[in-house]
């Protein structure tokens, strides 16, 4: 098949551009880039019913999305793949990299290819799945890694279930090392993190709140960056979310070693008091933090400390988030939502559409090594069309995702993706 898509201003997070031009698709692959908005491609080329006007709105690379959890196999109830996958495609979503936290957990290689088929079967989107670093994530007993690579696991994380005993994980990140295997980690000390809701301080003393100080982060970072520098493993952090922790990812940085990091579009978006009086839709983890911590961490992304945003999307039921807050299950739903919410800081001037779209796009596929991510000749035709200033009111009924756990209901925003294109097929278009 082949698209043209004219007059669209094009995105590209490689060059940091944000431009007038067009795009060529030709059998699922990016033909050809144009730096003008209408390029003059004879009809025997390009029939007019394979011709796309897009109106001046933005086109960029398909969003990667690294850290979703889909509840397959154990909570069907909560999210599908194919209801996930909708999900993905309204938002822009192109790859989903999907968490083994499921009920069983995802270590072994046959429930591995469950997930790979079922996710074939029904998503519209790439599904890529992640496998747990431990049995069971139980922390006490690697998985076999090998074996799960040849299966298609793209990284190995053991989630929020930190690994603490450290033989356990210096022996799993030398194997991981001596396959390549990526290692995600979530920077945070266990026994200090145990069971808090909020993060400490006057808000969680004023509202009576079981909380964890911000320097768990820090600890948690500090000993996987010792363990890297023993392995030379390639590591991941899933979310840093402090001031305090930034410090000690710059270093590891400039000192050489294979790590990348990651935040929420929560922690980015919201801080500590948006939980107001116990609202549990705003209950996810690590806990929103202050509003210092929220600014330090955009100013990481722009800066390029923090490569990579990522919605967490994470669903849970209404009967586990009507609960008091400390008991209330934690998570939100984000991958409908994550592009229109993060909008707000480009509309703000944090950051810039380029700047946005490298952390959504170009660096998760260079961290797992896909072509996708980019705008350039050759690279997949994962694409999203959107407008960038459409005001709309989210309706948190109106989600596409099984579970309507979003902190975002009745929040007024800009930003709406207009179409979704995977190998070059489009796989949502807004009515």
Known sequence: ???????????????????????????????????????????????????????????????????????????????????????????????????????????????????????????????????ALTKGRDGREMTEIGFLMDAGAVAFTDCDRV???????SRAMTYARALGALIVGHPQEPNLSAGAATTSGKFASLRGLPSVTP??????????????????????????TTTRALPALERAKRNGF????????????????????????????PPLRSEDDRQAVVEAVKS????????????????????PFEEAASGAVGLETMLPVLMRLCHSGDLDLPTLFRALSLNPAKRLGLDCGRLSRGAPADLVLFDPDKPIVLDRFELLSKSKNTPFDGARLQGKVLETFVSGTSVYRST
Do not use: W
């Open 163 to 169: 690994v603490r005993d450290t033989k356990v994980l």
């Open 304 to 323: 390029g400390l923090i490569d990579v945003i990522g919605s967490f999307h994470t669903p849970q039921d209404e009967e586990s988030k009507r609960l």
């Open 258 to 285: 294979d790590v990348t990091a990651g935040v929420s579009m929560h922690h980015l978006t919201l801080n500590e008091y948006d939980v107001a009086d116990y609202r549990t839709f705003f209950k996810v983890k």
């Open 215 to 240: 320097m768990a982060e820090r600890m948690g970072l500090d000993r996987d960056i010792a363990l890297i520098e023993m392995t030379g493993v390639r590591y991941h952090a899933d979310q840093i």
């Open 1 to 131: 098949m082949t698209l043209l898509i004219t007059n669209a201003r094009l995105i590209d997070p490689e060059a940091g551009t944000l431009s007038p031009g067009a795009i060529l698709i030709r059998d699922g692959l990016i033909a050809e880039v144009f730096d003008t908005p209408k390029p003059e491609i004879g009809a025997d080329t390009v029939p007019q019913d394979n011709r796309r006007d897009a109106m001046g709105k933005c086109l960029a690379p398909g969003i990667v999305d690294i850290g979703v959890k889909i509840c397959e196999p154990g909570e069907r109830h909560k999210e599908s793949y194919g209801s996930a996958g909708q999900a993905a495609a309204a938002g822009g979503v192109t790859t989903i990299v999907t968490r083994p936290d499921t009920n069983p957990a995802i270590d072994t290689p046959e429930t591995l290819e469950f997930v790979r088929r079922r996710a074939n079967e029904a998503a519209p989107v790439h599904v890529l799945p992640m496998a």
